[in-house]
C-alpha cells in the first residue's frame, strides 16, 4: 500500500506570496491532519480533516486554511507569507477521526519563504 | 495549547546499553502515543497506550503510562545505531488537538 504522499517536497517562496501544499492519503484513510514544524516550536498541529469537514483547529491564523477532497486528498493554502512561516510542514492520514488513531505521517514540504 | 514536555533533551549511549526517555502531560488523556522522527524515514508511529493500560510492549521497546502522574515513559532495550533518531510523545488536548511534546533526541554509538 503506497504511504502519504505530499507535493512539493521543496518551496521557496517571497514573503506576501501565498502557497499550497497538497496531500494524498494512503488509500481508505479518511482523516488527513497538518502539522508545522520548526526548529524553536516543535511539531505543532495545524488542523484535521474528515469526510471533507474541517474537526479541528490548532492556534493558528486565518492565513492558513485547509480542504479536503471526495477523494480525501487534502490542500494547505497559506496566504501573505511570512517569514516566521518557514518550516516543515507534515501531513498525516488514518483510518479514523478524531486523531486517537495511528498517524501516518508523510514526508513533509520543506517551505522556506525568503 | 501546552506542548508535552520530554526528558532528557538530548541521551548519547553506546550500542547495546539502554535507552529510556520520559513525557509528561497536564491534560486527562485518552492515549498517549509515540513517534520517531530520523532523516531516512521522516516520522513514524511506534506505539499507542491507552489510558486504561499501564505498559506496552513492541519488540524492544516497552511503554509505561502512569495517569496518576501524568507521565510516560519509552524504553528502548538492546539500542542499535539504527535507533539513532529524534522521539516524541504525543497525546490529544481537550478539544480534539494532537500535541507532541518536545522531543529527545537520541545518539546511540556503535
Known amino acids: 500500500k503506497a504511504g502519504v504522499t505530499q507535493t512539493p517536497r521543496y518551496l521557496i517562496k517571497t514573503r506576501g506570496q501565498q502557497v499550497t501544499l497538497s496531500c494524498s492519503p494512503i488509500?481508505?484513510?479518511?482523516?488527513v491532519s497538518w502539522y508545522q514544524q520548526t526548529p524553536g516550536q516543535g511539531l505543532q498541529f495545524l488542523f484535521e480533516?474528515?469526510?471533507?469537514?474541517?474537526?479541528n483547529k490548532g492556534n493558528f491564523p486565518g492565513r492558513f486554511s485547509g480542504r479536503q477532497f471526495s477523494n480525501s486528498r487534502s490542500e494547505m493554502n497559506v496566504s501573505t507569507l511570512e517569514l516566521g512561516d518557514s518550516a516543515l510542514y507534515l501531513c498525516?492520514?488514518?483510518?479514523?477521526?478524531?486523531?486517537?488513531?495511528?498517524?501516518?505521517f508523510g514526508p513533509g514540504t520543506r517551505l522556506t519563504v525568503t | 495549547s501546552q506542548q508535552g514536555e520530554e526528558d532528557p533533551q538530548a541521551l548519547s549511549i553506546q550500542e547495546g546499553e539502554n535507552a529510556t526517555m520520559n513525557c509528561s502531560y497536564k491534560?486527562?488523556?485518552?492515549?498517549l502515543q509515540w513517534y520517531r522522527q530520523n532523516s531516512g524515514r521522516g516520522l513514524v508511529h511506534l506505539i499507542l497506550?491507552?489510558?486504561?493500560?499501564r505498559e506496552k510492549h513492541s519488540g524492544r521497546l516497552r511503554v509505561t503510562l502512569d495517569t496518576s502522574k501524568k507521565s510516560s515513559s519509552l524504553l528502548i532495550t538492546a539500542s542499535r545505531a539504527a535507533d539513532t533518531a529524534s522521539y516524541f510523545c504525543?497525546?490529544?488536548?481537550?478539544?480534539?488537538?494532537?500535541?507532541f511534546g518536545a522531543g529527545t533526541i537520541l545518539r546511540v554509538k556503535s
Open positions: 488509500s481508505g484513510h479518511r482523516s
Open positions: 491534560t486527562s488523556i485518552n492515549n
Open positions: 480533516y474528515f469526510s471533507e469537514t474541517q474537526r
Open positions: 497506550i491507552r489510558s486504561n493500560e
Open positions: 498525516a492520514s488514518s483510518l479514523g477521526a478524531g486523531l486517537s488513531y495511528e498517524q501516518y
Open positions: 504525543a497525546f490529544m488536548e481537550y478539544g480534539n488537538k494532537l500535541v
